[in-house]
């Protein structure tokens, strides 16, 4: 019985490593081309399925990366605390340098038809989704997998770069 629940253990270990191994190094779509160094960008585009955030200027590509999302990922977000992140149309409305992550941008959901499905239903849509960093305290390193409420991770550095190019008001598409 020890003998099968220690092999059990060894497969489930070397599959975890596995998919990590071809997640981080596995075959990569080309990189789009790059704009010129950018000041701003207009457009935040992040693709669920692929774990990719891509932030663009006029149609040209800023910056791209990858990403972490809510612990339950699949589908749209319904209501507070199914770890969800959402998917639609948004905007950029409100930043905090002081987040319990390293900064972070606000995103306007939900949205008025969130909210009276919500309210149909008898739920809470929930709120306070962000695009951030890691969390305050995790110093060089970023938490694999998906691990957020609902919001979108980016790395430290990554999401201070985000954050300079960012201004209030930027479109945020959230796709499957």
Request: aromatic share 6%.
């Amino acid at each position: 019985m020890m003998r099968r629940f220690t092999l059990i253990t060894l497969v489930v270990l070397l599959t975890a490593a596995a998919w990590i191994s071809w997640h981080h190094f596995g075959p990569r779509q080309p990189a789009p081309p790059l704009a010129p160094e950018a000041a701003q960008i207009d457009h935040i585009l992040i693709e669920k399925s692929a774990r990719r955030l891509t932030a663009t200027l006029d149609g040209a590509v800023v910056m791209q990366e990858d990403i972490a999302l809510g612990f339950a990922p699949e589908g749209d977000k319904q209501q507070e605390g199914d770890g969800k992140t959402p998917i639609g149309t948004f905007t950029i409305d409100r930043r905090n340098p002081q987040s319990a992550f390293h900064l972070s941008l606000g995103i306007d959901y939900p949205q008025p038809e969130d909210v009276e499905r919500a309210n149909a239903l008898g739920i809470d849509p929930g709120g306070d989704i962000f695009i951030h960093g890691q969390p305050n305290g995790v110093v060089g390193l970023t938490l694999p997998g998906d691990w957020t409420e609902g919001c979108v991770a980016l790395s430290n550095t990554e999401m201070a770069r985000l954050w300079s190019l960012t201004p209030n008001g930027t479109v945020v598409e959230i796709r499957p």
